[in-house]
Every structure is written in structure tokens, then in C-alpha cells.
């Protein structure tokens, strides 16, 4: 046996995999856009078109789009316009290995994700050249080899996205009505979406069982349509301007699916359902349709008022009314004001020529939440088939029936109304030093009530949760933004942007007042989201035998070298009531930082980007002994001072602790983007006909500067990210 050398172990002697070498490549990415543009003095027109293609970095996985734009602006006299618009796009995308269908909720979500599961030191292929199925000998890791031929999931959109406007200017029709407009908008938005699935009975996701198909299609158009009288005048040192908006939006979503098991031929994909029995248990047949249909209407006025263009008001009001809300309460009013107030043009303020721009700003406003599905507030109901009176497959109705349903209806709510947010504002912009040192600050309170939340209620009600207001929270921030030019020297110029925000939120009330909502883990005075659970205090070590003991003397099996939980209540037994906060989820700060740096027609531009103070669960580290993991710190008789518990072979789960060990800070700070472009002088390109060209290189996700895990991309939320190279041509003619 490999790595065995004279009765002892010598592990350099072993054969390693790395199994993701056979499912990733470089992928080449191209992309290529053309538009025109030209006009009148009455008519303007533009068009473009544009293709991407690219390939994924996992094999199997691709991508293809073609877009194309087309708008036109008309005045054919002074007091009529009207324009339009039109984005088109077709797009396939293939996901590669699909886990739909698969046999464990923790499945790996790529085929990146399952290479790494299987076992480093197994072998792809037989004597014979043949792969094998459970490379090292475990029935649940299966070979990721062919992969890309045995599941495939793809989904082709097509999308069209108009937007079209008219405006007659009244006041040019008849003087008397000078400053007043009326125009209309009008936005349909259409999407067409298949999505086809298909995994072989030998794919990786399958483990060995039965093949799968689905087919799912969508179809989604939406619209809005608005009225809008605008009306502006001025009066000496007055100037008024007032808006009323009357709009109306709908949105109609149709959707179909059909999936089976154990289709008779690999070849037909997701393409003949027909040739499955829809009687027979073997092909677990599914089908089904739906159509969910919302609509909102809302009526505005808004009134700006300037005096002298140094002091600024601006007061509205909207009444908005959402179809999915409940009787009753589907409208609700949402007023706003703002002060503006110029600085710099005071009198006293003339003799200080290093402020270009002093406006301060005062804001009030409240606006509206009601983004919850359809039909909440209607009691639902869900069919099946069950065999009844002797009779097979008679059709029955339940809310929630476990035993024939797979999907969980919450329970209606006749009172669930509009979420509400008010803000108060306090603002600064500014320019110093003739434009050299420039930005925004602000400064914000809001308050929310009534919050749309999933909320968990006792399943004695018949459901598990409900769609409810619940509470109230509380969020005040700071956010800056600055603009500098560092350096301006000759021809070279460095200039930097940077974007600063600071925000705590917390609940203040929730539906039983100011009582924790454990369930749901809501707490007062703390954030809306939160790590709740288990607190780790490292690993348990010979010095703690004697706890141990009191601790395995009720139940516990505890060892040295295992995770060590922190009993909060000190009774020597962990369970629910040693739970606690653990950490914050939503970042204190996140920090923007960008730098461009030009020297002649060179152009150096790095964008970075971080997130700080919050918590992350990271899930800690299994160390049962059966799947790959990533090199760790663990405890050993000879690595006692280690970060992560000793291994325990268990097809169970080892260490029932072990994710007490995965709470980290999220903080990072990261490098986005780097790109170094080059634009050619005029002199050389006038005589080709070109006006300008730019050449260019990027890096995209090129590293991380600082992590507190350094095995995540917390930017990017996950272990697997792709870093690329971009190279870009743009001409204008």
C-alpha cells in the first residue's frame, strides 16, 4: 500500500490529486460594442450594438449575450416633443454541473466545490482507463471527471426594456400659460425566460440514483405609466416651481414547470417529458403553473421655492396604494421637506476666495416599504392527491399538510400594512481651494415602524411562519465623500475619491413590545441581525478534567482536544439557555478608496474597497475524517496550543461543537480593480479619420490587502472567486 515504508507511515510516499485541476481553465472573455449616433436640430437619433462571450473558469460553464439600444428624440415644433427608446437583449447561460435535485441539502453549489470534496490521494482512472465512480472508496464522493457531460443547467432570457415620452409645452401654445408643461412617461418592460436541467443518474449530484430533468418558463412584463404637470415661474428674486404626478405601475409574472426522474434516454435532456409515466412513483413527476399579478398607484406634488438661488425649499407629498397589502391599509402618506442654504453667496463670505462652495442642508422625509409577495393576506391553500374512500388520486386542499406537501404556506395576515421609514438629514457640500478639495457630508437619523418581517409563530396556528409589521428599529449614520487633486504638475496629475459611511442600527420595539423575539432572533437595543448561538472558548485541555467530568456526568462527551463551549449559566449543561449574541452581521464601516493617476496620455486608475466591524460564521472547520478540507492548525497530542479541534472520524458529524470555532470578524479591505490605459495624441490619429482611441489593461479582483480570514473573499462572500485580465480597444470616429 502506498505510503506504508517498512511498517510506519510515510506520508511523502503517497500519490496526490488535485482534482480541481481537471474541472478549471483560463477562461478568454470577449467583448465587443459598436453605436452610432447623429441628428438635426429637431430629431437626434442613437443606436448600438453589443456582443459578450465568455467562458467560465469552471469547465461547463459559459455565457453569451448580444444587446442592442435604439432611441430617437423628436421636436418638430416649440411646444411639442416626444421621444423613445428601446434596450433589447438575448442572453444564454449554461451553469455547468447543477445541483438541483441533489441528494444532501449541504451539497456542494459547483463543480469546483465537489473536485475539492474528493479524496487527494485516489486516482481518476482504472488500470483500464476507465473513470472511476467513487474514486478512494467512499459511496457518498463521487468522480468529478466528465462531469460537464453528465448535468448541465441552462437558461436562455430574452428582455425588452422601452421607455417613451411625450411633452407639450402649454405656455408656448398660449402665453398666458407660460410655464406650464404637461408630459407623459410610459416604461413596459418585457422578459422571457427557459431554464432546462439535466443530470445523468452518473453525475456527481446523483450519487448513483436516477436521472433528473426540469423545464421552467417565465414570462414577466411590467409597466408603468406616468402623468406630470410641471409649472416654473419667476418673480423678481422668487422662483417657484411645482410638480404633480399622478403614476400607475403593474407587474403580471406566468411562470410553468414540469421535472421527472428517470428519463429513459440521456439524450433527450429536458426535451420529452411525454416519454415519462406520471403515474408511475418511479418518475416522480411534477407539474405546475402560477400567476401572480401587483399593482401600484401613487399620487405626488412637490413645491421648490428659491429665494434669490441662495435660500431653497423644497416640500412634497406622495399617497401611494400597493395591491398586495391588506384591506384597509393599502394607502399610506409619505411627506418630505428639505432647506437649502448657499453660504458662499453671503455678503460675509466674499472675502474668503478659498471657498468656491458652501451649501448646507436640512432634510425630512418618510417613505414606503411593501415588498412582500402577492396574496400574504389572503388565506391560501395548496392541492394534492391522496387515496380516499377506496379511490386512488383523489384531489384534496390543506394549508400545510407535511405528509403530502412540500411547500410551507405562512399564515395570512389581514393587517399587514405599509413598512415606514422617516429620516431626518443634516448636510454639508462643499469646494475648497478653486475646486482642489471637495465632497459631501451627512449626517442621518431614521426611524422604521411597522416592519415587514417573515416572522416564525407556534405551529399550533397550522403554519410554521407569518408575513407581519413588526416593531420598530432605529439606524443613524454618517456618510463622506470626498474628492482631492493630490498633485497637478506639468502633465501629471493625481486625484482621489474616497466614499466613508459609518451606520449602527438597533430594535426598539418589536410585537410584544419591548420583549426579545428569541425565535426569531430579535433582540432589543441590538441589531436586526445578529449571531446568535454558542459561545466558543477555544478547546478543552488536561487542566479542564475536572470540569469536564461534572460536564459528561450530565450527558456531555467531552474530551481534551475537543471544542470547548462556554456553559453561560453554570450549571455544568450546555443547551438553549447558554445561548448569546456573538456578533454583529451588518458592517459599522465600509471605506471606498480611489486613485487616478495621469501622466501625458497615460491613465492609472486603483479602486479599493473594504468593509469593517461585523461578524461572520464562518461554520468552523468538520475535521471528521472522511472529506477533504483546507490545511488547518489542529489539535494533536504534540499541537495541544492549536487553533481548531483534534479530528474525529464520524459519518455523523465528529465534534457536535465544532462551528463555535468559525465566529471571525468580516473586516477586509481589498484591491478591485487596476487598470492602465493609453490615449493615442489627436495629431496621430487625424489623418486615419479617428477623433480619439484608448488602449487598455485591467486587473479585477487582483488581491486583498487585509482579511481577518484570509481563506474567504469576504467581498465576494465565498472560497471560490475568479481573478481576470482585461485588455480593451475603444475608438471613436
Known sequence: MQGWSGGSWDG??????????????????????????????????YGSFGYLDQEGTQIGQAYDRYTTKVSVDMQPKDWFSMGASL??????????????????STWPNSIYGAAKRVFSYAVPYDENGERILTPGGDGNVYTIIDEWNQSTQQRQTFRALASFYSQLDLGEIFVPLQGLKYRVNFGPDYRNWREGVYIDANSVNRLGGTSYARLRNQRDFSWTLDNLLLYDKSAGEHTFGITLLQTASNW?????????????????????FGSLDVTSPEA???????????????????????????YLLTVSGRWDGASQLAEGHKWAFFPSAALGWRIEQEDFMQGLPWISQLKARLGFGSTGNAAVDPYQTLGRIQSFFVPFGGADNQQAYSIN??????TLI???????TWETTTQYNLGLDFSLFLGRVGGTIDIYQSSTKDLLMNMAIPTLTGSRTTYANVGETSNKGVDITLNTVNIESGDFRWTSNINAAWQKDQIDILAYGKNDMVDNTWFIGESISVIYGIEGDGLWTAEDAAEMDQFNANGHDFEVGMSKPVDQDGNYEINSEDRVIIGNRNPRWTLGFNNTFSYKGFELDLITYGRFGYQVATGGEGQIGRYNQREIDYWTPDNTDAEFQKPIYNEAGGDAYSSILGYRSGSFFKIRTISLGYNLPFRTLENLGIQNMKVYVQAKNPGTIYSDIEWLDMDLGGSTYNRGFVFGLNIGF
Open 401 to 406: 399538510e407535511p405528509n403530502y406537501t412540500s
Open 252 to 272: 403580471n409574472v406566468e411562470s410553468s414547470s414540469m421535472n421527472g426522474q428517470n428519463v429513459p434516454n440521456p439524450n433527450f435532456l429536458w426535451n420529452a
Open 12 to 45: 511523502s510516499k503517497l500519490k496526490s490529486t488535485d482534482w480541481t485541476d481537471f474541472v478549471t481553465q483560463t477562461a478568454i472573455t470577449q467583448e465587443h460594442s459598436l453605436s452610432v449616433s447623429g441628428g438635426t436640430e429637431k430629431v437626434q437619433a
Open 284 to 310: 416522480k413527476v411534477g407539474i405546475g403553473s402560477g400567476l401572480t399579478e401587483r399593482q401600484l398607484t401613487s399620487y405626488m406634488g412637490r413645491l421648490n421655492y428659491s429665494l434669490s438661488d441662495r
Open 87 to 104: 434596450n433589447a437583449s438575448w442572453s444564454e447561460q449554461d451553469y455547468g454541473m447543477s445541483t438541483l435535485g441533489a441528494s444532501s
Open 410 to 416: 405562512p399564515m395570512a395576515n389581514k393587517e399587514l
